[in-house]
């Protein structure tokens, strides 16, 4: 689903916390992504809120385009 405030960025639903603060990432966006086991991810985060996981080998070019954006 696309998020009304933003089109260019998408939902991909909800996860739940598990007691040990594991989370499982959904299938689509594992995919969409390119996530596979053993992969290091990035949790980019302002305004204390988490606002992205990057892949570890992305995180420059993710954190040019949030830079770009964000001005």
């Given at each position: 689903m696309?998020?009304?405030h933003?089109?260019?960025m998408k939902i991909h639903g909800?996860?739940?916390?598990?007691?040990k603060?594991?989370?499982v990432i959904p299938k689509d966006v594992r995919t969409?992504?390119?996530?596979n086991p053993g992969d290091?991810?990035?949790?980019?985060?302002?305004?204390d809120m988490a606002?992205?996981?990057v892949k570890s080998n992305d995180l420059p070019k993710f954190l040019q385009y949030?830079?770009?954006e964000l001005q």
């Open positions: 696309t998020c009304p933003i089109p260019e909800k996860v739940t916390v598990w007691p603060s594991q989370i969409l992504i390119g996530i290091d991810l990035i949790i980019v985060s302002k305004w606002i992205a996981m949030l830079n770009s």
